[in-house]
């Protein structure tokens, strides 16, 4: 069984794959631990999975958040007695980068895009619901050429009530109109409907750009919220990134 770690600024996702299949999967808070910590953390989810130490024969992660690289790569090697693989954006992930300079790019965009290609083929472009949104595109050739980086919808909303003190926290849930007739409904609206209608902007000029009709999928923690009023994106792929640490791993480590 491979371990995969998806390491972002607010979440933490992990995953379990018996051979191509995700058989269970964790939300974490990206927290600063300790790799006893981690290490303790890592064997209550097995345990609770009925997943041994020894079941798992590998590992890999990727990450955003340079500082807990350390505890998690450590935690995962003392542990679970495997080595991790660290997918950076110098990983050999298959596919060409056109980036000018692929070193800035988050290595779970890249591997978003081994994901995408793998389940979708080209050309693609790819939407990421995380702290911030993330459109990246793949040219029909296969080759990850960009995208745009926007603010998230939690931050975005974490940054209005720290300016606007009467406006009311709320959930992300679908308003019955863009209208809305409670400041409740008013704020969902303008920000479900807001940013659907940013995304679908993006990826109509994106479009335009690469000539071509890509397929639009997405991805991440508010992706189920945003895809129903979206007019581009055809599906949600919530464990997207999780398939492509999968994947560069089989691909490094030589297994098939």
């Known amino acids: 069984m491979l371990l995969v770690v998806d390491i972002g600024n607010t979440n933490t996702v992990m995953g379990i794959f018996e051979g191509n299949s995700l058989i269970q999967h964790w939300r974490l808070i990206s927290e600063k631990h300790t790799a006893d910590e981690l290490g ?23 990450s ?44 779970d965009r890249l591997v978003n895009a081994v994901a995408g290609i793998h389940r979708f083929g080209t050309p693609l472009l790819i939407v990421d619901f995380g702290t911030a949104i993330t459109i990246d ?3 029909p050739e296969g080759e990850y050429l960009g995208g745009s980086i926007a603010p998230g919808l939690v931050v975005s909303m974490e940054a209005l009530f720290g300016k606007a003190a009467k ?3 709320v959930s992300f849930d679908l308003p019955e109109r863009v209208i809305g007739r409670t400041t409740r409904d008013s704020m969902q609206s303008g920000f479900l409907y807001g ?9 109509e000029r994106a ?10 999928i997405a991805t991440g923690g508010q992706a189920e919220a945003i895809a129903p009023v979206s007019r581009t994106i ?12 999968m994947l560069i791993y089989r691909k490094n480590r030589g297994v098939n």
Request: charge should be negative; hydrophobic fraction near 45%; proline fraction near 7%.
């Open 207 to 216: 479009r335009d750009e690469m000539g071509v009709d890509a397929r639009v």
């Open 64 to 107: 955003v958040v340079p500082p807990l690289d350390a505890p998690w790569e450590e935690g995962i090697r003392r542990y679970l007695s495997v080595e991790t693989l660290k997918v950076t954006n110098r990983t050999d992930i298959g596919i060409p980068i056109l980036y000018e300079t692929p070193s800035e790019v988050g290595a």
């Open 195 to 203: 940013f659907a209608g940013m995304v679908d902007a993006l990826v």
């Open 234 to 245: 055809s599906s949600v792929e919530p464990w997207l990134t999780l398939e492509g640490l």
């Open 137 to 139: 595109a793949i040219s």
């Open 167 to 169: 406006l009311p926290k």
């Open 40 to 62: 303790i953390y890592l064997l209550n989810l097995l345990s609770l999975s009925g997943i041994t130490t020894g079941d798992i024969t590998g590992a890999a992660f990727s």
